[in-house]
């Protein structure tokens, strides 16, 4: 290994595109590889990196065989991330792969079975949990100050899906659907904050709004734009999720709660820096800082979240440690995802239990 942690970029859209400026920003690694079969990503990923000499790759295979990266992080469409990880995952290398980990299930639990074959990291990227505000509401709850947590509240009030390389996210059967490809992030907060299996989803949702006049080589769109998702919990807890992606207007795009028996956090983003604990017994409400750390070298989509994500995965590769967010953690978070979708096109609740989960 070289004196730099030498990454390489599977897949160089826009998530792809911003892990190279997190790589650039970040001291001990270099982008030595990009990978994609596309011009048009690979030209924004060589803007990117400003003249730097890197090796350019087609296809992923390539770059493995190639021997010369001591990581990768895999942000391709989510369709292509099995067969992606199926060769990674044969390999030593330490791998990165963006949410959500799988499209389906079955492709998630292929995934868990070779990752834990091996003995080299594979991290899974929901880089939601290092989000500053959201990380000291995490804080808040461990600390026990709510006493024993009782409600999980995630509501995001946003833009419609961006557009992405051959409009792939247009299309469910690329996704996972809008529950597994953008809401995986916060079912994966809720079983961080509830730490306990889920047993049951009820989901209402539909697409309403967005998209309902796109079509593509003769299909039309099939995304969800809003969906009300709850999830029971083997302990108790209740969480809930309010998705709307047509609601551009909203002060806040994401606002969490946790409530339990003493007491309430509460957080939003991108919010006023401040998480909010409020306590039963007098009805005061406390503002804590939850400022983005001035160290983080690029802020970039996600307050600070992915560069952060990035660098502790650096860090674990050089310290031989286990990942923060593993396999089983991307499983977990489609899980929920899927079982909602289920429930919307069923209209009934869905046990876990149904899914093998």
Request: charged share 25%; net charge negative; glycine share 8%.
């Amino acid at each position: 290994m070289s004196s730099d942690l030498r990454v390489g970029v599977i897949g160089t859209g826009m998530m792809g595109c911003e892990h190279i400026r997190n790589v650039i920003a970040l001291d001990g690694a270099e982008v030595v590889a990009i990978c994609d079969p596309n011009d048009e990503p690979l030209a924004w990923a060589r803007r990117e990196l400003s003249g730097r000499s890197v090796s350019e790759f087609r296809d992923h295979r390539d770059l493995l065989d190639a021997n010369v990266v001591d990581a990768v992080i895999v942000a391709s469409p989510n369709f292509t991330h099995v067969d992606v990880l199926r060769d990674v995952l044969s390999t030593d290398v330490p791998v990165l792969v963006e949410k959500p980990m799988c499209t389906t299930l079955d492709d998630c639990r292929d995934v868990v079975e070779w990752a834990d074959r091996r003995d080299s990291l594979t991290w899974v990227g929901l880089e939601y949990r290092y989000m500053a505000p959201i990380a000291a509401l995490v804080d808040v709850v461990r600390s026990g100050r709510l006493g024993i947590t009782r409600m999980v509240s995630i509501r995001e009030h946003r833009f419609p899906f961006l557009v992405k390389v051959d409009n792939w996210n247009r299309f469910s059967r690329n996704t996972g659907g809008t529950l597994v490809e953008k809401c995986c992030h916060f079912f994966d907060l809720m079983n961080l904050v509830v730490d306990a299996p889920p047993r049951r989803v009820y989901a209402s949702g539909g697409q309403d709004v967005n998209h309902l006049d796109e079509v593509y080589d003769g299909e039309r769109s099939d995304i969800l734009d809003n969906a009300f998702v709850i999830v029971d919990y083997a302990n108790g807890v209740r969480a809930h999720l309010d998705l709307c992606m047509f609601a551009e207007g909203s002060r806040n795009e994401q606002e969490i709660s946790v409530v339990g028996d003493e007491g309430k956090v509460e957080a939003a983003v991108p919010g006023d820096g401040s998480v909010y604990i409020g306590t039963r017994r007098d009805r005061s409400i406390v503002p804590s800082s939850a400022t983005i750390d001035p160290s983080i070298a690029h802020v970039g989509f996600h307050f600070g979240a992915s560069f952060v994500e990035v660098a502790r995965f650096c860090d674990a590769i050089r310290l031989g440690a286990k990942p923060e967010v593993d396999v089983h953690a991307g499983l977990a978070s489609v899980a929920i995802g899927v079982a909602a979708h289920r429930s919307i096109e069923e209209g009934r609740p869905i046990e876990m239990s149904e899914l093998g989960s």
